[in-house]
């Protein structure tokens, strides 16, 4: 039941800009985007709530493919403070939720 | 306020004692939620209420025991605990609740770190 997100792991340059992947085997009701630094709690980034359905906030924006089952995280022009593990996360009919294998992104100067 | 406040930060306790860990949020959310994370892994369902009720159980072991006395509040008691049981606990509170096929974006907080020894 758990998302699986491509790549495992990212490093940027500062301005350079990344994707990250999320694809599940069962149909995707919802997904949220988190990012979670060092030794910190999860921080809520966005929710896509429905198919087609495109976010952004700043440099980071978010698609949603239900058929595809996939959503992607864009991160432009990257800054240092961008940096730690991205999980998306995804609820079912229930009150379910699971978290995607997570993508370490680092982005250096 | 967005804030969710864990207690303690740090937590050690040997095999045989009993602890509990404390949660609260005062942003009128009335889904809570227990997660466990271990290193470089992400966290992982343990717990969920909706109003105050309990609504998962994701097959948590009965050392592991949740209550939620009001809609603020949430603890998480715990007996007899195993050294694999060290990890960090993660306290979370959403706007939806049940049924909304996650809908709702969730607020963590700081967690807990336990070490069972």
């Known amino acids: 039941q758990q998302p699986v997100q491509s790549p495992q792991a990212v490093i940027l340059r500062e301005g350079e800009d990344a994707v990250i992947n999320c694809s599940s085997s069962?149909?995707?009701?919802?997904v949220h985007w988190y990012r979670q630094k060092h030794g910190e709690a999860p921080v809520f980034l966005m929710i896509?709530?429905?198919?087609?359905e495109q976010k952004g906030h700043d440099k980071i924006s978010a698609s949603f493919n239900e058929k595809k089952q996939q959503s992607s995280l864009y991160l432009t022009a990257s800054q240092l403070s961008y940096s730690g593990t991205y999980f998306c996360g995804t609820g079912n009919t229930g009150n379910q939720f699971y978290f995607g294998t997570g993508t370490s992104l680092t982005v250096i100067p | 306020d967005t804030e969710v406040t864990q207690t303690p930060k740090h937590l050690v306790m040997g095999m045989t004692n009993k602890k509990s860990l404390k949660c609260e949020q005062h942003?009128?959310?009335?889904?809570m939620y227990w997660y466990k994370q271990k290193a470089k892994k992400p966290p992982e369902l343990m717990f969920v209420?909706?109003?105050?009720?309990?609504?998962i159980n994701e097959s948590v072991p009965s050392r592991f025991s949740p209550e939620c006395p009001n809609s603020s509040l949430l603890n998480l008691h715990l007996h007899a605990l195993q050294p694999e049981d060290s990890a960090l606990y993660l306290c979370a509170s959403s706007p939806r609740t049940r049924g909304d096929r996650g809908r709702g974006e969730q607020y963590f907080g700081p967690g807990t770190r336990l070490t069972v020894t």
């Open positions: 209420y909706s109003y105050e009720k309990l609504s």
């Open positions: 942003m009128g959310h009335r889904a």
């Open positions: 069962k149909a995707l009701y919802s």
């Open positions: 896509l709530l429905k198919g087609g």
